[in-house]
């Protein structure tokens, strides 16, 4: 059992950045496929991003490749999401999700979600 509890969200200008967490408990942690997505109001949930259990290999959707960046810390039992060049259309609630299949981009490899942050942009 994983317990995931995202922080960093907020209220930025286009442009700006943010740095999004995941904190993870549980001993076992280093073992899970880690990814981030994002619901806008409205639509459906979407992939972001995600990373494998060494961190070596990461996947990231073509809308924030080259503008956000993920990492994890195991020692930490944390993900992290660092937000570049943000849009107003990245405006969603992110969640951190955990899985133990394969590193990819669908709802259904992830076996723990977090609640969530909000992130919005203003233009």
């Known amino acids: 059992q994983v317990q995931l509890v995202e922080s960093g969200g907020g209220l930025v200008q286009s442009g700006g950045s943010l740095r999004l967490s995941c904190a993870a408990s549980?001993?076992?942690?280093?073992?899970?496929?880690m990814g981030w997505f994002r619901q806008a109001p409205g639509k459906e949930r979407e992939f972001v991003a995600a990373?494998?259990?060494?961190?070596?290999?990461?996947y990231y959707a073509d809308y924030v490749k080259g503008r956000f960046t993920i990492s994890r810390d195991n020692a930490k039992n944390t993900v992290y999401l660092q937000m570049n060049s943000l849009k107003p259309e990245d405006t969603a609630v992110y969640y951190c999700?955990?899985?133990?299949?394969?590193?990819?981009?669908?709802?259904?490899?992830?076996?723990?979600w977090g609640q969530g942050t909000q992130v919005t942009v203003s233009s």
């Open positions: 999700a955990a899985g133990s299949s394969y590193l990819g981009k669908a709802l259904a490899n992830y076996d723990y």
């Open positions: 549980g001993r076992t942690f280093s073992s899970y496929i």
């Open positions: 990373i494998s259990w060494s961190g070596s290999n990461t």
